[in-house]
């Protein structure tokens, strides 16, 4: 039996991200994407069944304030109480899960997680073939949280001359 682009993808294996069937899903996550990010001004909870219909699993009192982008939104899970601010980028053709019931997880500042690789043999190397590789961060994290990992590493740096 032949698998599909898709199945492939969903397996972690080789790929092509040009296959019709995976550009067919990302068209669609487009169009859901475009209403999201155009209901910036709505009230969280009608943002929030936007969101239902689009990714695989929100949690309770998850938010993602737009603009947000993925690739497909059929690989996100947010657990309860996970907050990703304006800007938010998620690479989702593979399974990316942030938080857990129960849990807080804030995203801040702009950010994207994925876990690439392409072939390495030249002769195999395709501009869409690529492979990805499950993102399941922390269940408590908070990423981008501004000046104060810059000021740590530059009181390091003046300590050390």
Same mark, same amino acid.
């Given at each position: 039996?032949? %698998?599909?682009?898709? &199945? ?8 092509? /991200?040009g296959?019709?069937?995976?550009? @067919? &899903?990302?068209? /669609? @996550?487009?169009e %859901? ?9 709505t009230?969280?909870?009608e943002?929030?069944?936007? $969101? $239902? ?7 309770e +009192? ?7 982008h !993925?690739?497909y ?9 996970v907050?990703?601010?304006?800007? !938010?980028?998620?690479? &989702? ?7 857990? @019931? +129960?849990?807080? !997880?804030s ?13 390495k ?8 073939? @690529? ?5 399941l ?8 949280r ?9 009181? %390091?740096?003046?300590a050390?001359?």
């Amino acid at each position: 039996m032949t %698998r599909t682009e898709k &199945d492939k993808m969903l397996a972690g294996d080789l790929y092509d /991200a040009g296959a019709p069937e995976l550009q @067919a &899903d990302a068209a /669609a @996550a487009h169009e %859901r994407l475009v209403r999201y990010n155009a209901a910036f001004g709505t009230p969280i909870s009608e943002r929030r069944e936007l $969101l $239902l219909e689009h990714l695989a699993a929100v949690g309770e +009192g998850a938010v993602i304030r737009p603009p947000f982008h !993925c690739d497909y939104g059929f690989n996100i899970s947010l657990g309860g109480g996970v907050f990703l601010n304006f800007n !938010c980028v998620i690479l &989702d053709v593979a399974e990316v899960t942030i938080g857990d @019931a +129960g849990s807080a !997880c804030s995203v801040s500042k702009p950010a994207a997680s994925t876990t690439r690789s392409r072939p390495k043999s030249r002769s195999a190397v395709n501009l869409t073939s @690529a492979r990805y590789a499950p993102v399941l961060p922390p269940k408590v994290v908070e990423a981008g949280r501004g000046p104060e990992p810059r000021k740590r590493r530059l009181s %390091r740096l003046r300590a050390s001359r």
